[in-house]
């Protein structure tokens, strides 16, 4: 980096600290200074390295010691400023999305519906993917990060997680209690996975969708929010080691309506691509019903 972009970026490092102390590191104008800061100091090659710096300097002076354990009713002051520090870098403010070509797709699918050729599993889907939690948590703390409770994990963990973002293999929800990271390896499945799905349309006639991931990586304390919402999220969940993501059955995304298909074959075709990867050793997945997903971790 040339003298000057340094130069820059120590003044980007003192107004962090300021902003450190008058917004916490954690509102929304305190994030939006840090990103901001770095985007205009030394655009986007430096980017990284100005908010790197941010982050070690929020780190300085809070550690886990610190916090209290959250309230039963909501989150204590100390652990909700964890909380949102680690959002707030793991949820950067930027404008990638709206300028993704592959964000373009049809609100909904057709009407109607041709069918198409389906083959079985020999079972229902309920009982055909039914990996128990136990095996998709061993292999999550085996191949994937350490579940990230504060910001010092997230730089040490951090290069080994892969952004995730919609392309041509998938489309990615609007995550509400998750973020959007994997381990490569994972991410490589996924990927597999939409691929597949797609190929397999092509070759039973066509109709271009891909699938919808609703879930990825989740931190112990987004998954203590969703709790409240959903009894059916567990504590132990294969979420928290970036190994593991949800994959709609109910909904998928339409990129043109020229051939319609119905929403029940797409369902059972995408079991029919997740039992090949599955049945090579490449992942373990459970039906879920209530969330309308497979649940799916790689190994």
Known sequence: MRKHQLGIL?????AIVMSCTFHSCSTDQGVKIIHGAALEAVGPQGRQAAFDAAGNLCVTGFSDADAPL??????????????NRLMALLMPYDTVRSHNPYEAHYDSMPPGGIKMKINGLGGPLGRVFNDSNKFHIAVAEANGIQPLHNLRQVWEEGGRLEHLQTCEAYYLDELTHSLPYLVPKAHTLLKDIGMAFRDSMRSRGGGYYRVKVTSVLRTPSLVKRLRRRN???V??????????????????????????????DMKNLLGEVVEDMRRHGRCYVKYERKQSCYHITVR
């Open 70 to 83: 959250p309230q039963e009713d909501g989150f204590g002051d100390r652990d909700l400023i964890r909380h």
């Open 10 to 14: 120590y003044g980007v490092a003192v």
């Open 231 to 233: 009894r059916n999220a």
């Open 235 to 264: 504590d132990t969940s294969a979420h928290l080691y970036a190994t593991t993501f949800d994959i709609s059955y109910l909904k998928f995304i339409c990129d043109t309506p020229s051939i319609p298909r119905t929403q029940e």
